[in-house]
């Protein structure tokens, strides 16, 4: 099976951390936070996985080189400008659509989900696209689910007033599984975000669907968040 890691963004949030490093490329415990991703992914039967590069691509290019040191083989995807989440799947619709479902992860969320659990829940619905849902409140994200966990509502940064009378706690964690159906879906050409341009539209075909995080995760999106992560973070061995 096939995934793909988005490694492209500069993390800016996380200041002078990130001023010459990749975000992906910052130590979680005795490894890169993207080697983490990777041998999960590993574990999980995803054995191709495709990294959208942009800035200082050499870094990730030389620490992982083809894959084969961690049993994967890696395809690398260089972005000159960036395309956005969902324009930087697009550029690897021909990669991505060779595998039913294939699954995409933030560069910078770790977890211990259970991607196996996860995959039978997205062919047993037919799902377009499954999305990881985790409960925060206040979050950049809102998703509200049917009693079948079938996504009917999808806020993404909402204003105060979008939000008033949204009764949910759900969120989106970063991860999904796709059907290479959902490729077609997604414009070429411009700038475009999975969340904010791709799963909205998706409500209406009544196959987009949410599965509950069981497992650990975290979005190292802050310096505080590392921190966290680098206590708590379980470092399974895969």
Same mark, same amino acid.
């Given at each position: 099976?096939? +995934?793909?890691?988005? !490694? ?31 041998? %999960?992914? &590993? ?8 990294? $959208? ?37 697009? @550029?690897?619709?021909?990669?991505? !659509? =060779? ?5 995409? =992860? ?6 211990? /989900? ?11 619905? $037919?799902?377009?696209?499954? #999305?990881?849902? %985790? =409960? ?9 689910? *049917? ?12 204003? *105060?007033?979008? &939000?008033?009378?949204?009764? !949910? =706690?759900?969120? $989106?964690?970063?991860?999904? #599984?796709? !059907? ?20 909205? @539209? ?5 196959? #987009? ?14 310096? /505080? &968040?590392? #921190?966290?992560? &680098? /206590? $708590?973070?379980? +470092?399974?061995?895969?």
């Amino acid at each position: 099976m096939r +995934a793909m890691v988005l !490694s492209a963004g500069f993390g800016t949030r996380m200041g002078d951390l990130t001023r010459d490093i990749p975000k992906p490329m910052l130590q979680l415990r005795d490894r890169p936070i993207l080697e983490w991703i990777l041998r %999960h992914l &590993r574990a999980h039967g995803f054995d191709e996985v495709a990294l $959208n590069l942009h800035f200082r691509p050499e870094l990730i290019r030389g620490h992982f080189g083809d894959g084969a040191a961690l049993g994967l083989k890696l395809a690398y995807s260089h972005e000159p400008e960036l395309l956005g989440t969902a324009g930087g799947v697009k @550029k690897m619709e021909a990669f991505l !659509s =060779q595998s039913d479902p294939f699954l995409v =992860q933030y560069g910078d969320v770790v977890t211990t /989900q259970d991607f196996s659990a996860m995959l039978r829940f997205h062919r047993e619905k $037919n799902a377009l696209a499954t #999305l990881l849902l %985790h =409960q925060r409140a206040k979050s950049n994200s809102v998703v509200t689910l *049917d009693p079948g966990h079938r996504i009917i509502g999808f806020l993404e940064r909402p204003s *105060d007033d979008a &939000r008033r009378g949204v009764v !949910s =706690q759900w969120v $989106n964690s970063g991860i999904c #599984l796709c !059907s290479p159906e959902v490729l077609e879906r997604i414009p070429s050409g411009p700038v475009c975000d999975l969340p904010r341009d791709i799963f909205p @539209k998706l409500l209406s075909t009544e196959r #987009l669907f949410g599965f509950p995080l069981t497992g650990y995760r975290c979005a190292i999106d802050s310096p /505080q &968040r590392l #921190l966290e992560a &680098r /206590q $708590n973070f379980p +470092a399974p061995q895969s």
